[in-house]
């Protein structure tokens, strides 16, 4: 079956530097979608990504969706305290099918 | 206000016996998921529902068992066959998704429900 690889696992970061998560795919996407989830909370979606190539920005957050659409990356410039929770990744295989996630990247920001 | 609820928020069952946990959502959502999140291992799919009446195995349905006898309800069945069931289980809901429409693809998720077995 499908599967997401999302690298890192961990990422230590001192507040104010960037960040990046990357995902792959095993298989090529109808989109990618990345969500974000606080610790002890539940994943709220941040955007989706349909189009080859295709880059997207929310303030400080940049996302890329690979020519192939089999990898994607998020880029956090500047970390906040606020940044802190897991990021995972979600590979869309087409209709109202389930998310297959990434196992998420856990970012922890050190004053 | 419209959502998606999971109760209770947390769960303890006695080894062997079946628990059911609670999936609601007002938002009017055609399709419906079930996800499992163990630590490391990110979220993986139960069952999903994308029409009242019909249902489909996710990647790790083995112990589970789902119904969706009305639109806005999922309830999920963790039965004695599941090995390992204790974890943390999501529910989500999404719209009927139309190709080139960004938004309808997305997930709206309850706030879970930790379900331990001792």
């Known amino acids: 079956g499908q599967q997401v690889m999302q690298i890192p696992q961990y990422q230590h970061v001192q507040e104010g530097e960037d960040f990046t998560t990357y995902c792959n795919s095993s298989t090529t996407l109808s989109n990618i979608q990345w969500y974000k989830q606080r610790p002890g909370g539940h994943p709220v979606f941040l955007i989706q990504l349909v189009k080859s190539g295709e880059v997207k920005k929310q303030k400080r957050l940049t996302f890329q969706f690979g020519e192939a659409k089999k990898n994607s990356s998020l880029h956090i410039t500047a970390t906040q305290t606020t940044d802190v929770g897991t990021y995972f990744c979600?590979?869309?295989?087409?209709?109202?099918?389930?998310?297959?996630f990434g196992k998420g990247t856990h970012l922890i920001i050190q004053p | 206000d419209g959502g998606i609820t999971q109760s209770p928020k947390y769960l303890f069952r006695k080894e062997g016996q079946n628990v059911t946990l609670s999936c609601e959502q007002n938002l009017n959502h055609d399709a419906m998921y079930w996800y499992r999140q163990d630590p490391g291992q990110g979220l993986r799919l139960i069952y999903y529902?994308?029409?009242?009446?019909?249902?489909q195995k996710g990647d790790i349905a083995e112990g589970y068992s789902v119904s969706r006898e009305k639109k806005e309800s999922f309830p999920l069945t963790v039965t004695s066959a599941q090995k390992n069931p204790t974890a943390f289980y999501l529910c989500a809901s999404s719209s009927q998704p139309t190709s080139g429409r960004a938004k309808e693809n997305e997930q709206f998720f309850g706030p879970g429900t930790r379900l331990t077995v001792l």
């Open positions: 979600a590979g869309h295989r087409g209709g109202a099918d389930g998310l297959t």
């Open positions: 529902s994308q029409i009242v009446n019909d249902f």
